[in-house]
C-alpha cells in the first residue's frame, strides 16, 4: 500500500467488508440438495430477497418461499454498503411523473418501517435516526445546492423534510460554504441488518439455500448446480450481481464503490469537528462521498474508486485498488484535517445496480410468474424495504398504494454493448473528476459535468 496512506497494523483489505469485521464472515449455510417445489423461488439473499421473504411469510405463512444464494446472506451490497437508510428517491422525480410524490412519501416512510421492524424482530443493527448533512465546499457545489434545494420544493417537499442549513450546524466540514439538512435518514451497521434479517426469515420458516448460485431463471423454475427450484413465481433479487446471469448482462450495469473505515477517534476529534450525533455525510461534488459516524466512533468514508468493469465483470471479493484507498484518504483529511493522526483500519469494495436511466424498478409478471426489483443507484438500504413489500402485494394480487406507485412496472432499455458500455462510463466519471477540479475556481457548474450527464442519462 501506498506510504501516503497511514495503515493500521491490523490493516485488511477486501474480506467483503468491514462491517463483518467484529462477528467474522458468517459460515454459509446449506446448499440446495435436489429438485424443490415452492409457491415462490427468491434469487438472491440480499436485503431485496429477504424483505420479500420476511413480508410474503408474514402476510401469508402457508407459502412456500426459499431463497436461493450462491455465497451467504448479506454477501453483496447488503454487507458493503455505507449505512445508509436514506428518503432519497432511487432515481428522478422527473422520470417518475405525477407520481413521484407519493413515491417519496413512501420512501420517507420506509426508514420507519426498517426501524420498526429492527425493533420487532430484536434486530440490533446500531441503528439511529440522526438526518443527514450535504455540505457545499465550492461556488459551484453550493448553487446546486440551492438548486436542488428549491426543485425538491417544487415537487412538494417540505421544509421541514428538507431545508439549508449553515454549514457548521451539525459537522464542520473545512471549507464547507453551504449544507443542506433532512431528518429522512438513519444510520445503520449493513452487515448486522442483513445477519438479522436473515435470521428473522429463517424463524419464519424460509429456508435459505447458500453456497447455491442460480444459472438460469425462466417461467416456472430456478436452475441450480444442485437441483432445480419449481415454483409459480421466481423473482429475481440480484441488484449489482443481475449481469452474472444469461441473458441481463446488459440489464443493470455493476457500478463500483468503494469504502475506507478510520480507527476509532478520540473524544477531542469530534468535539472539534462538531460530530456529536449521527448524521449521515454527503456532498454536491459530481465524483461525490458518503459518511458516516460508525457506533464505535470512526469514520466509514465512500466514494468511487475504478466505477466500471469492461464486461460488466465483478470483483466478489471486495478488494480495493490502491489508488482508489489513497484517493479517498486524501479527501477524508482534506474534509477533517483532525483525521489526520487517525490510520485506515479496513478497505473493501462492492457493486450496485444501475439502469440505463437510473431509475429503480419493482415488476412482477403474473402470466410468466417472472419478477424482480433493482436498479437502486446507491440507495437500496431503503429502496429494497419498499421493493419487498410491493413485491409482496405483486405476488399476491393485491391491489394497493404500493402497487400503484410509478416505478411498478417501471421498464427501460438496457446499456450499450461493449466496448461502448464501458468507454462511456469511464468518459463519464473523468468528466466528472476535471469537472470537480475546475470548479474550485470557477462560480458555476461546469460544461463538462453537464456533458457527462448527457453521457450516461444521469
Not at 455505507?82 to 422525480?93: E, I, M, N, R
Not at 470548479?439 to 459535468?449: G, H, K, V, W, Y
Amino acid at each position: 500500500m501506498n506510504a501516503r496512506v497511514p495503515l493500521s497494523s491490523g490493516f485488511v483489505n477486501g474480506d467483503v467488508s468491514f462491517w463483518y469485521r467484529s462477528s467474522g464472515v458468517p459460515p454459509p449455510g446449506p446448499r440446495l440438495d435436489g429438485d424443490l417445489q415452492a409457491d415462490v423461488a427468491i434469487v438472491g439473499a440480499g436485503y431485496t430477497g429477504l424483505w420479500t421473504a420476511y413480508y410474503l411469510k408474514k402476510a401469508r405463512p402457508s407459502l412456500r418461499v426459499v431463497l436461493l444464494e450462491q455465497e451467504f446472506a448479506g454477501f453483496g451490497a447488503s454487507g458493503r454498503n455505507g449505512g445508509w437508510l436514506t428518503g432519497d428517491l432511487a432515481g428522478s422525480h422527473e422520470r417518475y411523473g405525477a407520481g413521484a410524490r407519493r413515491l417519496q412519501r413512501e420512501m420517507y416512510a420506509s426508514i420507519d418501517e426498517v426501524i420498526a421492524v429492527c425493533e420487532t424482530e430484536s434486530i440490533d443493527c446500531d441503528v439511529v435516526k440522526g438526518g443527514v448533512v450535504n455540505v457545499a465546499r465550492t461556488p459551484a457545489q453550493a448553487d446546486r445546492l440551492r438548486a436542488s434545494v428549491a426543485a425538491a420544493r417544487a415537487w412538494g417537499i417540505e421544509e421541514a423534510d428538507l431545508r439549508l442549513a449553515d454549514p457548521a450546524e451539525h459537522v464542520r466540514v473545512a471549507g464547507a460554504l453551504a449544507a443542506s439538512w433532512s431528518p429522512h435518514c438513519a444510520r445503520i451497521q449493513p452487515a448486522k441488518l442483513a445477519q438479522g434479517l436473515a435470521r428473522a426469515v429463517r424463524d419464519l420458516g424460509v429456508p435459505v439455500y447458500e453456497r447455491t448460485p442460480v444459472t438460469e431463471i425462466a417461467p416456472g423454475r430456478a436452475v441450480t448446480p444442485y437441483g432445480t427450484v419449481t415454483a409459480a413465481y421466481v423473482i429475481r433479487a440480484t441488484e449489482g450481481f443481475t449481469a452474472r446471469l444469461h441473458g441481463l448482462r446488459r440489464q443493470w450495469l455493476p457500478m463500483n464503490s468503494s469504502m475506507i473505515v478510520t480507527e476509532p477517534l478520540p473524544a477531542s476529534f469530534w468535539d472539534e469537528v462538531g460530530w456529536r450525533g449521527a448524521e449521515l455525510l454527503g456532498d454536491m461534488a459530481h465524483y461525490y462521498m458518503y459518511a458516516q459516524r460508525t457506533a464505535d466512533d470512526r469514520i466509514a468514508f465512500g466514494g468511487r474508486g475504478r466505477p466500471y468493469l469492461y464486461g460488466s465483470r465483478i470483483d466478489a471479493r471486495g478488494r480495493t485498488h490502491e489508488w482508489t484507498v489513497e484517493a479517498l484518504w486524501r479527501l477524508l483529511v482534506d474534509f477533517f484535517p483532525a483525521a489526520r493522526s487517525s490510520s485506515v483500519a479496513h478497505a473493501w469494495s462492492g457493486v450496485l445496480g444501475v439502469p440505463r436511466d437510473w431509475c429503480s424498478t419493482v415488476h412482477v409478471d403474473r402470466a410468466t410468474g417472472l419478477g424482480w426489483a433493482g436498479g437502486y443507484t446507491g440507495h437500496g438500504v431503503t429502496t429494497t424495504n419498499l421493493a419487498g413489500r410491493t413485491l409482496r402485494d405483486l405476488i399476491l394480487g393485491e391491489e394497493t398504494e404500493l402497487t400503484s406507485l410509478p416505478w411498478v412496472g417501471h421498464r427501460v432499455r438496457p446499456w450499450e454493448p461493449e466496448p461502448l458500455r464501458w468507454m462511456g462510463v469511464h468518459a463519464m466519471y473523468r468528466l466528472y473528476r476535471v469537472a470537480d477540479h475546475r470548479e474550485r475556481s470557477m462560480p458555476r457548474t461546469s460544461a463538462l459535468a453537464r456533458f457527462a450527464d448527457l453521457i450516461t442519462g444521469h
